[in-house]
T-cell receptor
């Protein structure tokens, strides 16, 4: 049972380069999220999706774009990477509804360095 | 403005003793609170949660207490074990869609 899978696990970019982080979940969850974790800052929400074809901004959306073309996949794009985007990125998913109790399930993370 | 605060960056506890991790929040609209545990190079994993209509929830060695009047919750781990050494994040939800996380507390359990 894979759960939430993130690719790649590590990446080094030069300033101005672009890349896409892929998140895939096999739990048939409706909701998916992208977070970044920085030292002393906890996890901050970048963008999220409440269903296929929908996306919404989180707390720190600037410099990122997302797409949810398929229910199981949520892509995070950096069009022109900046050193301030050096971080660990986590994807999460959860079921819709009260029975889900707001519990999100996380992937293992992508460590991104922008030089 | 941080809506969820974990004011202790780190905590060190002897094996077998109680670990108490604290979390404060400012938004009175939060109605669900969760604790996550994170090991290095892994994603956060759900540990325990509590609804705002309760003041205590227990699961094995882990108990979460909620004091709504003080806007404070705490996680108790009894007895603490070396495998509990990790970063613990407090999170809160008010709209059913999103979670707001605290900065985390590093717990070290010494054997």
């Amino acid at each position: 049972n894979a759960g939430v899978t993130q690719t790649p696990k590590f990446r080094v970019l030069k300033t101005g380069q672009s890349m896409t982080l892929l998140c895939a979940q096999d739990m048939n969850h409706e909701y998916m999220y992208w977070y970044r974790q920085d030292p002393g800052m906890g996890l901050r929400l970048i963008h999220y999706s409440v269903g296929e074809g929908t996306t919404a901004k989180g707390e720190v959306p600037d410099g990122y774009n997302v797409s949810r073309l398929k229910k199981q996949n949520f892509l995070l794009g950096l069009e022109s990477a900046a050193p301030s985007q050096t971080s660990v990125y986590f994807c999460a998913s959860r079921l819709q509804g009260l029975s889900a109790k707001n519990i999100q399930y996380f992937g293992a993370g992508t460590r991104l360095s922008v030089l | 403005d941080q809506q969820v605060k974990q004011n202790s960056p780190s905590l060190s506890v002897q094996e077998g003793r109680i670990s108490i991790l604290n979390c404060d929040y400012t938004n009175s609209m939060f109605d669900y609170f969760l604790w996550y545990k994170k090991y290095p190079a892994e994603g956060p994993t759900f540990l325990i949660s509590i609804s705002s209509i309760k003041d205590k929830n227990e699961d094995g060695r882990f108990t979460v207490f909620l004091n709504k009047s003080a806007k404070h919750l705490s996680l108790h781990i009894v007895p603490s074990q070396p495998g509990d050494s990790a970063v613990y994040f407090c999170a809160a939800s008010g709209d059913g869609n999103k979670l707001v996380f605290g900065a985390g507390t590093i717990l070290r359990v010494k054997s």
